[in-house]
């Protein structure tokens, strides 16, 4: 999150007031002007109880007409600033809610005396806190109030590259393949000041394809589980797993060469266990009829559980040498 700065308030003033014609009128311009001082003093240690006074003060002005314009504005330009100093408070203890509403009251009274500053500040921080409440969602496996609250950050700031994260993640753990999709191209076309951020969220998302393929095999979804690897492959998940899972949803399909070639590319990356790789293999040279090539990959499967299986094509079905 972007570090939030803490804006300081303006520097204390003392306030001459001009002897008024009016008796009853110098009396209220002079509380006035004592509110507006206990309001200054407040500034620094009571946020709340400031702005409460600068209210008062604003409120006290209205009254006395023309002659309180002056002190009145004073007060209102004093308000943006001690509403987002308030919601940032309120943010680091984690009241989140509550700082929304503060920075929705510093946007309101920063859009009255054109503090554009401010405005923004508040609308950052806004967006900024929706995204840690969608995140606090999303922990607590709440997915729709953690969809609802990155829409919000979104809204305010369609670049925050962390809130299509967010949402991605949602669609991940609700297999929700082309919403993650959609989610990882707004990652990586509003992430382009943060590259790492973008490579670490795709290969989230490859690694969630290889999965996805493991998972579609164990269903008995081949071709499902084919356009799974592809994906993950496309989206550079090249590793030992995805090619081993390539290779058994291609023999399933009965697409031999696609599973052979899948097959050596396993082998070549897998650092332990190839003897599946090498069953798998051979089962895809006995569909190409390339039976030397079959008995040459069932010999190597040499431990874990297919052992016995390979030994049987190898005697009893290919009568290898």
């Known amino acids: 999150m972007k570090k939030m700065t803490f804006i300081l308030g303006l520097a204390i003033a003392s306030i001459i007031f001009l ?31 400031a702005i409460s006074k600068f209210e008062e003060v604003i409120g006290m ?19 943006p600033i001690l509403y987002y100093n308030y919601a940032v408070n309120l943010q680091a203890s984690q009241n989140y809610d509550q700082a929304i509403e503060a920075c929705n009251k510093a946007i309101q009274t920063g ?22 409440k969608g995140n606090e969602y999303f922990k ?17 700031d369609s670049t925050l590259y962390r809130a299509y994260y967010g949402k991605l993640l949602v669609y991940r753990e609700q297999d929700k393949y082309d919403e ?9 076309t509003t992430s382009t000041q943060d590259l790492q951020f973008a490579e ?41 797993n995805t090619y081993y899972y390539q290779t058994l ?3 399933m399909e009965k697409k031999y060469s696609l599973a052979a070639e899948a097959a050596q590319k396993a082998l070549e ?5 190839k003897s599946k790789i090498y069953f798998e293999l051979g089962k895809a040279y006995e569909g190409l009829g390339r039976a030397a090539d079959a008995c040459a990959a069932y010999k190597n499967v040499t431990d874990g559980p297919l052992v016995q299986n390979a030994q049987y094509q190898i005697k009893q079905v290919l009568k290898c040498k």
Request: aromatic fraction near 4%.
């Open 269 to 273: 990356l897998e650092q332990k266990d």
């Open 140 to 156: 607590n496996k709440d997915f729709a109030n953690a969809l609802v609250s990155f829409d919000q950050a979104i809204t305010l």
């Open 111 to 132: 859009q009255q005396v054109n503090n554009a500053d401010i405005i923004a500040k508040a609308v950052n921080l806004t967006a900024q806190i929706y995204m840690v």
């Open 19 to 49: 002897a008024p014609q009016k008796k009853i009128c110098a009396q209220t311009l002079e509380d006035a002007g004592n509110t507006f001082n206990s309001a200054i003093q407040l500034m620094q240690n009571d946020l709340p109880s």
């Open 249 to 251: 949803a291609a023999n």
């Open 61 to 79: 002005c209205e009254k006395i007409g023309e002659s309180g314009n002056e002190l009145k504005m004073q007060a209102q330009n004093q308000l």
């Open 200 to 240: 670490k969220a795709q290969a989230l998302v490859a690694r969630e394809y290889s999965i996805a393929a493991a998972k579609a095999i164990q269903a008995k979804n081949s071709s499902l589980a084919l356009t799974y690897c592809d994906k993950a492959l496309a989206l550079g998940d090249a590793t030992a």
């Open 180 to 188: 993650m999709d959609e989610m990882l191209e707004k990652v990586k």
